[in-house]
């Protein structure tokens, strides 16, 4: 009995060393460092396409003439109104025959349609003066509710922002500011700029 006591003493004396050894923990340090770089490439190629003009939203919201009180004939053949490009639908014309006095004006809407789900579009509309020929003709005007408008002159641009899955209309308002001696035509160009917002929160 006493051999067989010493064995085991011996064997937990052991079993002690060993589970010492194992607890004689070696440390080191491990780092993890990053960079990450952001492209905007792919992000301003959808807000590229997110951003449009649109024929309609519904029977409230449409593209087109708006009133005039022009009462000249209006060319055969020929349409008063708005074309959005088919191809292009950050473009859209506007036709506009029945001016032919001085003081008759007409309005048109444009809608535009922001398909983006991430952000707002800042719409800003070009203050400068958009006539390319026969300037002195006509004064043009914009406004986004038709309440308050703003003559294109260097410095003022109205603004408004469509919403992120949303519509936003912006008129144009051209006044013939002298009665024509003879037939005469405009070219206009106005621009509108939309700038990438962050979402409005919802309530």
């Known amino acids: ?4 006591r010493t064995v085991i003493a ?3 004396l052991i079993a002690v060393l060993v589970m010492g050894i194992g607890y004689a923990a070696l440390t080191d340090n491990l780092f993890i460092k990053g960079e ?3 492209k905007t490439d792919v992000a301003q190629t959808e807000f590229d396409t997110d951003v449009f003009f649109v ?3 519904d029977e409230s919201m449409k593209s087109g003439l708006v009133s005039t009180t022009g009462t000249s004939a209006i060319p055969e053949g020929k349409t008063e109104g708005v074309v959005i490009g088919t191809s292009d639908p950050d473009s859209a014309t506007f036709y506009l025959y029945s001016l032919g006095k001085q003081n008759d004006v ?3 809407s444009f809608v535009i349609k922001n398909e983006s789900t991430e952000y707002d579009a800042e719409i800003t509309l070009d203050a400068n003066n958009p006539s390319t020929t026969n300037a002195t003709m006509f004064k043009i005007e914009y406004s986004v509710d038709k309440s308050t408008w703003v003559e294109a002159n260097p410095g003022t641009s109205p603004e408004t922002t469509c919403a992120a899955g949303g519509y936003q209309v ?3 308002r051209i006044t013939l500011l002298a009665t024509p001696s003879e037939n005469t035509s405009a070219a206009f160009n106005v621009n509108l700029t939309a700038t990438s917002a962050p979402k409005a929160a919802t309530p």
């Open 170 to 172: 912006v008129y144009v």
């Open 1 to 4: 009995m006493k051999n067989r």
């Open 106 to 108: 007409a309005i048109f």
């Open 55 to 57: 024929a309609q939203k």
């Open 36 to 38: 990450a770089n952001l």
């Open 10 to 12: 011996l064997f937990l």
